[in-house]
Structure formats: structure tokens, C-alpha cells
T-cell receptor, first 108, second 114 residues
Framework: GEDVEQSLFLSVREGDSSVINCTYT??????LYWYKQEPGAGLQLLTY?????DMKQDQRLTVLLNKKDKHLSLRIADTQTGDSAIYFC????????FGTGTRLTVIP | DADVTQTPRNRITKTGKRIMLECSQT?????MYWYRQDPGLGLRLIYY???????NKGEISDGYSVSRQAQAKFSLSLESAIPNQTALYFC?????????????FGSGTRLTVV
């Protein structure tokens, strides 16, 4: 089946950039997504990228896709304490398959 | 009001009890899903439904059943709860295929089986 992998934890200092990485297995995925989960809340769609793109920028967020290596990353510029959350990457392969989630901790 | 509403928000139940988690949506989406979240495992798909007459098993359907009572309602049942079903459960919806299929999630039901 599909396998989506992420590091479990990342800590950064406020104001620095955060880079969260993800690898996936299904090369036929049409869309890849980043979701954010704040404490006690459901998942909120942050951004997505279509599989024929290699980069997408949306304000402080930059998504990079390396389709050859099946590698997806999310860069958050000028990370703020409000960015502390769990970030999930997900690939669309018939249904949405999620990674394990990366817990981002922003240190003031 | 939330687009996807899950009830209850929290539930503690005893081993062997039957329990139902409910989900309703106002998005008008055809597709509905149940996921469970466990620390370090991400979200895993339990069941999904593409319309009222369609029910499909996901990765981890054993011990669970679902009912799609209407386009807007999708409930998850644990026939005989066991402690390793303690988890955070999410319902989600999405539009039909061919469109950008971002999922909309409910706020989750935290279930504890003791």
C-alpha cells in the first residue's frame, strides 16, 4: 500500500525558517497536500501542489516537489510561535493517505 | 456552525460496550471518510463512502462498522470496544472526483476505552 513518511519532530527558533520533509511512494499521485493540526483541533488544509508542478509559493509557505525522488517539502519562512503544530503531508491515491505527522515546536 | 460536526467530542467507554460516533456535514459533499489518529502513526483510513449506497473498507476496518444514513450523515460504530481502539477519530468529507479534492475535517472525537 501507500507509504508516506515524515520525521516526527522539528524544533526551530522564532524568526528562522522551518523545513518539513516528506517522502511518498505512489508515483501516480495527482495532488500532494500539507495539513496543519493545532492542539485539540482537526486538520486544516494549508496548501497543496499538483503533481506536474515543482514549486508553489503562498505567502510564507513554499512547497517543493521532487517527483523523481518522490520527495515533498514545506518551508515556512519567518516561523512564528503560532506555527507550532503537527504538520501532515498527504498524497491523493484513490483516497488521501497521510504521513505520520511532524510536530513543529517554535522556541521563542 | 462547523461544516463537519462530530459528536460526541469526548467519550470514555468500557471494554465490550457498543459505541457509535456520529458525523454530519453541511458541505453538500458526496464523499465521507472516517480516520483514526494515533501518536506517531498519523491518520489511518477506517471506512469511506462515495455516496449513500456506497461503503468501502479502508486500511484498518476490523472491529468497526459504518452506516451512511443520508448524504449528510456518516456514523462509525465499534460493536465491542477494546482498549487498543483508544484514539482520536476524525470524520472528513470531499467533493466528487474530477475536482480538487481537498478534504474538510471535523474537530475529532477522542475515544478512551477502559
Amino acid at each position: 500500500g501507500e507509504d508516506v513518511e515524515q520525521s516526527l519532530f522539528l524544533s526551530v527558533r522564532e524568526g528562522d525558517s522551518s523545513v518539513i520533509n516528506c517522502t511518498y511512494t505512489d508515483s501516480s499521485s495527482t495532488y500532494l497536500y500539507w495539513y496543519k493540526q493545532e492542539p485539540g483541533a482537526g486538520l486544516q488544509l494549508l496548501t497543496y501542489i499538483f503533481s506536474n508542478m515543482d514549486m508553489k509559493q503562498d505567502q510564507r509557505l513554499t512547497v517543493l516537489l521532487n517527483k523523481k525522488d518522490k520527495h515533498l517539502s514545506l518551508r515556512i519562512a519567518d516561523t512564528q510561535t503560532g506555527d507550532s503544530a503537527i504538520y501532515f503531508c498527504a498524497e491523493m491515491a484513490n483516497n488521501l493517505f497521510f504521513g505520520t505527522g511532524t510536530r513543529l515546536t517554535v522556541i521563542p | 456552525d462547523a461544516d463537519v460536526t462530530q459528536t460526541p467530542r469526548n467519550r470514555i467507554t468500557k471494554t465490550g460496550k457498543r459505541i457509535m460516533l456520529e458525523c454530519s456535514q453541511t458541505k453538500g459533499h458526496d464523499r465521507m471518510y472516517w480516520y483514526r489518529q494515533d501518536p506517531g502513526l498519523g491518520l489511518r483510513l477506517i471506512y469511506y463512502s462515495f455516496d449513500v449506497k456506497d461503503i468501502n473498507k479502508g486500511e484498518i476496518s476490523d472491529g468497526y462498522s459504518v452506516s451512511r444514513q443520508a448524504q449528510a450523515k456518516f456514523s462509525l460504530s465499534l460493536e465491542s470496544a477494546i482498549p487498543n481502539q483508544t484514539a482520536l477519530y476524525f470524520c472528513a468529507t470531499s467533493p466528487s472526483p474530477g475536482l480538487f479534492s481537498g478534504y474538510t475535517f471535523g474537530s475529532g472525537t477522542r475515544l478512551t476505552v477502559v
